[in-house]
């Protein structure tokens, strides 16, 4: 069972644009987390917020969380042609991760 | 460096054998989890062990099996009973069971090919 739905499935934007990607889901959760992963790699994690947070910022990355709406969103800021990759959001319950399908981000040099 | 490792890094498969796919680590991490990849479907759970010697199915057990004799070792394999297995295998562990702090450690993955 897929947990997280990411938005928009696909992403493409200029060098220096910023980039917003939106992550919905169904269930309580314990924290949400994003990862990155370049193709034909494993994924990397980039960022968890916990429940109880709403806000977490990790260098170009900036996290939001909101419970109420059951959903996040990871911005990145002022973005690089290797920030090209998929993003992942996985929502963490039960022990388990549960994770989206991903985003697909083009960053044009 | 710590890490985890995944090898073969691209697996052939005949129809009806049964092949075993490596994931080592070297993190002291308590709980490894595999996760398979097709396009478009995202990551799906197969197997998690949070402990030596124990392990769970995930959504998408069937066809395969697993088992945790050492804490740096979690082994999977793709049984003639899996109809459809080609797809890109993903270990990853994490320092805790609950992950509530911790993030997973992902290996580069396996591509297994049925021929």
């Known amino acids: 069972s897929q947990q997280g739905e990411e938005d928009p499935q696909a992403l493409s934007i200029q060098e220096g644009e910023n980039a917003t990607m939106n992550c919905s889901y169904k269930t309580s959760i314990n924290n949400l987390q994003w990862y990155r992963q370049n193709s034909g790699r494993g994924l990397v994690h980039l960022i968890l917020?916990?429940?109880?947070?709403r806000e977490k910022h990790s260098g170009r990355l900036r996290v939001t969380l909101d419970t109420s709406k059951k959903s996040s969103s990871l911005l990145i800021t002022a973005s690089r042609a290797a920030d090209t990759a998929s993003y992942f959001c996985a929502t963490g319950a039960n022990s388990k991760l549960t994770f989206g399908k991903g985003i697909t981000l083009s960053v044009r040099p | 460096d710590g890490g985890i490792t995944q090898s073969p890094k691209y697996l052939f498969r005949k129809e009806g054998q049964n092949v075993t796919l490596s994931c080592e680590q070297n993190?002291?991490?308590?709980?490894m989890y595999w996760y398979r990849q097709d396009p478009g479907q995202g990551l799906r759970l197969i197997y998690y062990?949070?402990?030596?010697?124990?392990?769970q199915k995930g959504d998408i057990a069937e066809g395969y099996s697993v088992s945790r004799e050492k804490k740096e070792s979690f082994p999977l394999t793709v049984t003639s009973a899996q109809k459809n297995p080609t797809a890109f295998y993903l270990c990853?562990?994490?320092?805790?069971?609950?992950?509530?702090?911790?993030?997973?450690?992902f290996g580069s993955g396996t591509r297994l090919t049925v021929v």
């Open positions: 990853a562990s994490s320092a805790g069971p609950t992950h509530t702090v911790y993030g997973y450690t």
């Open positions: 062990s949070q402990i030596v010697n124990d392990f």
């Open positions: 917020i916990r429940s109880n947070e």
């Open positions: 993190l002291n991490h308590d709980a």
